[in-house]
């Protein structure tokens, strides 16, 4: 028997158009056996991120993009693995809640307005024909925080400088990190040349090998005025490398102000289950089958 799913927090982002980032932190694509899937993508620059994917297009679009991903998948206390027997990865990131302006049909700027912890759980399995086959498989696929922090401004010496992130598999009430500790500033692209690349990318990016037109995409979906961005999984350990979900796991994954907590904070917060939501944002999902 299922367990009850709660998603009643994250319901006000069921209008907000889904968009993931591939390779922006370095390393992480190799280790989630993906680099095959980019062989024939070229970027700008070698530490470029690869694309851009949908993980939900609101608002029932007409579009080609696979009929599962009008599924509204964010939830911020449960994940619910695929029918299917396949190997599912937690990947810890942040979430990005940005507004969207338009002009002339093509995306004109993205505006971050605020930041959470967030879990890109994806399928892994070789050979799919797009990136968005392995990120939305229905209700409860994907992880979203209920705390998020405000942006004072997305740049240098605005406050998601003081950032890091950690995360966590709990499995037989043992607690063991699953992907590294690093700052936000380790992403690859950040700030405004992640907000200018993002814009280039979206009104740019073809049909073209594991990537989707997505000005096509947000077309159908009459051009929404809000969107979750995840700006790109961090590393793994090695324990979170080689270790797939399973009922009854609990993901952890927490961004938490470095100038004001140390990672000894946050496991101590874990153990008690006690917060504090103005250093610390968290996402913890029970994993069901």
């Known amino acids: 028997m299922k367990s009850s ?12 158009l889904g968009l993931g980032i591939a390779g922006n932190f370095a390393l992480h694509l190799a280790q989630a056996g993906e680099l095959e899937d980019f062989k024939d993508i070229i970027t700008a620059e070698e530490a470029a991120p690869k694309g851009m994917f949908p993980f939900y297009l ?51 700027t993205i505006t971050p307005t605020h930041f959470g912890a967030y879990n890109d759980c994806s399928i892994r399995v070789a050979g799919a024909s797009k990136i968005s086959d392995k990120k939305n498989w229905g209700v409860a696929s994907k992880g979203f925080s209920p705390t998020l922090f405000a942006i004072d401004t997305f740049r240098t010496a605005g406050v998601m ?18 992907g590294e500790n690093v700052a936000l500033s380790g992403y690859s692209y950040f700030y405004e040349k992640l907000t200018e690349w993002m814009v280039q990318q979206i009104n740019t990016q073809q ?3 594991p990537l989707e037109p997505l000005s096509e995409y947000i ?9 979750i961005i995840s700006i790109g999984a961090t590393r793994y350990t090695p324990y979170g490398e080689s270790t797939f979900l399973q009922a009854d ?14 990672i000894e904070d946050v496991l101590a917060s ?19 089958a």
Do not use: W
């Open 249 to 262: 796991d609990e993901v952890i994954i927490v961004l938490y102000n470095h100038k004001k907590a140390n």
């Open 270 to 288: 874990i153990e008690n289950q006690t917060y504090d939501e103005k250093t610390m944002s968290v996402l913890a999902q029970k994993v069901i």
């Open 161 to 178: 400088d003081a950032f890091s992130i950690c995360s966590f598999l709990r499995r037989d009430n043992q607690l063991t990190p699953y």
């Open 207 to 209: 049909d073209f090998g």
């Open 58 to 108: 609101p608002n029932n679009p007409n579009t080609t993009a696979k009929p599962l991903l009008k599924t509204y998948p964010l939830s911020h206390d449960t994940i619910q693995l695929p029918k299917e027997k396949v190997n599912v990865q937690a990947e810890p990131e942040v979430g990005l809640l940005c507004k969207l302006a338009y002009a002339d049909g093509k995306i004109k």
């Open 5 to 16: 799913l709660k998603l009643e927090p994250m319901q006000k982002y069921k209008n907000h």
């Open 219 to 227: 077309k159908a979906c009459s051009y929404p005025q809000e969107a």
